[in-house]
């Protein structure tokens, strides 16, 4: 897909780094997942800029805490994108900070935002070896904020405006809304409003400048949950959404709230479903919403998605 679409993207970010703890230092993990051959054809057929996603898995206290750790790993990423002529990587760290309880300590908390703008100066300080007109860019995945009363683990507005001179974008992940435990839709359309409001209505006159730097998340995915709520399912994709068509043959409702097409069947056992998957008019809108913020987008994950779908890119 990202060879068939090269066109159509700015960014691609193949999900191929870890960087871990090793004993008191720090290793990166993941080249044997890099294809080099991919991005060599990747290139000769369109101009997508490749940032691999790393995964900060490395304890937190310790990375922040000690300078020695992080300027290890910042030169740990950066070496990695000049040896494999990466043009700059995408960050997820937050979600795992939180879930330390890392965004609790008003102290720590500063120090992770510090890294990342440390993290930022130091990649803009190196030529891409592809494009040497440009420097190395920094994407950072930031979760949704659950509610307008921010808690201290939210990425909130004040986060967004302390990072966007470090950050060349970030990725917001507006989807998985539902659950097994609360099935529904992915990402409802005035939830995503919500979340957009909640980050750039309140910036002020930053706001034209902060908009392009948001790419919002579009799920290129969809879910079969067991009805009802707390029974079980999970994410689907493309070819097991058809077959579902194709063996149920079920009918297509649209929910007007959420914006979401959806459809209902049982199973062999006579359980019944309820399947989420994006539809052209769902995708549309979230494309429309973006346009009318100034954001750019994110799809997770291109190839999860109906062919299709790239004829609204």
Known sequence: MAKRFNS???YLSPVWYDLKSQGSSLILEGRHNADKGWMSELRMRGDALVLPRVVLEAFPSELLRKKKQRDKAIDLIVKECKEMEYDGIVLESW??????????????RNMALNFIKQLGRSLHSVR????????LQLVYVI??????????HDFGPED?????DAVDG?????????SPNN???????????????LLLGSTGNNAQRLAPK???GINFYGNDFVLPGGSGGGAIIGRDYLSLLEEHRPLLQWEKNSGEHFFVYSDHNNVRHAVFYPSLMSIYMRLEEARSWGTGISIWEIGQGLDYFFDLL
């Open 170 to 178: 970030f990725s917001l992940m507006t989807y998985d809304f539902s």
């Open 143 to 152: 979760g949704p904020p659950q509610s307008d009363k921010l808690q201290q």
């Open 128 to 135: 891409s070896i592809r494009n040497p007109e440009k420097q």
């Open 183 to 197: 099935p529904g839709p992915n990402a409802p359309m005035n939830w995503i409003r919500f979340v957009l409001q």
């Open 95 to 108: 979600s795992r900070w939180a879930a330390y309880g890392i965004l609790h300590d008003p102290s720590l």
């Open 214 to 216: 948001i790419f919002l």
């Open 8 to 10: 159509k993207f700015t």
């Open 160 to 164: 967004l405006q302390s990072l966007s």
